[in-house]
């Protein structure tokens, strides 16, 4: 993870709420400012057929993102700089998944995406299970226009020991 700085960040419950309520407020000016756009379908921008599990474990990924990522990263994966960086064809979304699964388990404050610096701090998810993560991630690395390999439970599961083992 080169050029990659993270700062492990620990929210009170207070704190936590509080970033949800800007992460909804940004949403909700975003769409009123810019205007929404329709969600991006699963699997969208890939030209490989899914599988039907693949395309389980797509939707499963897209509800997890609607969740937990959406008010951020906003619907279609643009983000809000200077605030939240963009999940589309950046180099942490098409690269090796192992940093995304360390930002997803751990958080982070202010990045520098593809020259972009962003500014925002996201709590980490670590209550989220293997399966949620990696399905989660598949969903973003082949959304958007992104076109990117799949990423398994086991992988994240390994992620998860190496950095609980730190």
Known sequence: M???HLTMVKFS??????????????????C???GCSKDNKPGEGS???VTQMEEARLLEGKAVYDA???TCHMADGSGAPPMN??????????????????IILNGMKGVEVDGERYRNVMPGLPYLTDQEIADVLTYVRNSFGNQAGQVLPSRVS???????DR
């Not at 419950?13 to 000016?29: A, E, N, P, V, Y």
């Not at 390994?158 to 609980?164: E, I, K, P, Q």
């Open 85 to 102: 960086p963009p999940l589309i064809k950046t180099s942490f979304v098409l690269g090796e998944p192992d940093q995304l699964i360390v």
């Open 158 to 164: 390994d992620a998860r020991m190496s950095v609980d």
């Open 47 to 49: 030209n490989t057929p």
């Open 13 to 30: 419950k207070d704190q936590q709420r509080i970033l949800i309520f800007s992460g909804w407020l940004t949403l909700i000016l975003s």
């Open 2 to 4: 080169d050029g990659l």
């Open 68 to 70: 937990h990522c959406a």
């Open 32 to 34: 009123m400012v810019a």
